[in-house]
């Protein structure tokens, strides 16, 4: 590789980091441990090509042009969380995963077969976790737990917020939101 190539990749990779929070190649390389996953699952699974997975994570091409596969991501990191936290087995890893596979993407929120109970009105899981969706996609954990840090002395209830969202488990976040309706 020569010294333009390097310096387009380590762009690239800056570029990732703004927008996804860190670079695509370390982001897909935990979805693919986490989730127990080779190169082409991940691909498949998202809705990319193999070469284009692999342009993401070399940093060849920076940006994920298609919408949906942005959330698929973010759903994707949402279960990569919830297998870590024993919420989900490895058995409902995978069938979550041919489910996400299929979505079409679009506003996930506008998406009523996925996100609604049977009557209708946002389970308070599927809320919780566009909570925690939309956090993870502006910053990373470790920058969240900063921001808290930084909040706690003069808005402690905010600096709760973000880190029982923002980098706390699902479970807690189920139990702070239904805590917080009442």
């Not at 041919?98 to 998406?111: A, C, F, R, T």
């Not at 920058?143 to 905010?158: K, R």
């Amino acid at each position: 590789m020569d010294a333009a190539q390097q310096e387009a990749t380590a762009r690239a990779r800056e570029l990732q980091r703004n927008w996804y929070g860190e670079p695509l190649g370390t982001l897909f390389r935990r979805l693919i441990d986490d989730l127990g996953l080779n190169q082409a699952r991940l691909a498949g699974v998202l809705g990319l090509s193999a070469p284009m997975l692999s342009q993401l994570m070399s940093g060849q091409r920076a940006k994920i042009g298609n919408p949906a596969v942005v959330q698929r991501v973010q759903l994707l990191q949402d279960l990569a969380g919830q297998v870590a936290d024993g919420s989900v087995s490895a058995a409902e890893a995978t069938e979550r995963m041919d489910e996400i596979k299929k979505s079409q993407g679009g506003s996930v929120l506008s998406n009523t077969t996925q996100t609604t109970s049977g009557s209708g009105a946002p389970t308070v899981k599927r809320v919780v976790r566009e909570i925690q969706s939309l956090l993870r996609s502006v910053a990373a954990a470790g920058d969240i737990i900063e921001a808290a840090d930084t909040l706690a002395p003069t808005h402690p209830e905010l600096a709760e917020f973000l880190r029982v969202y923002g980098a706390g488990r699902t479970s807690d976040a189920v139990t702070h939101y239904q805590a917080h309706q009442n």
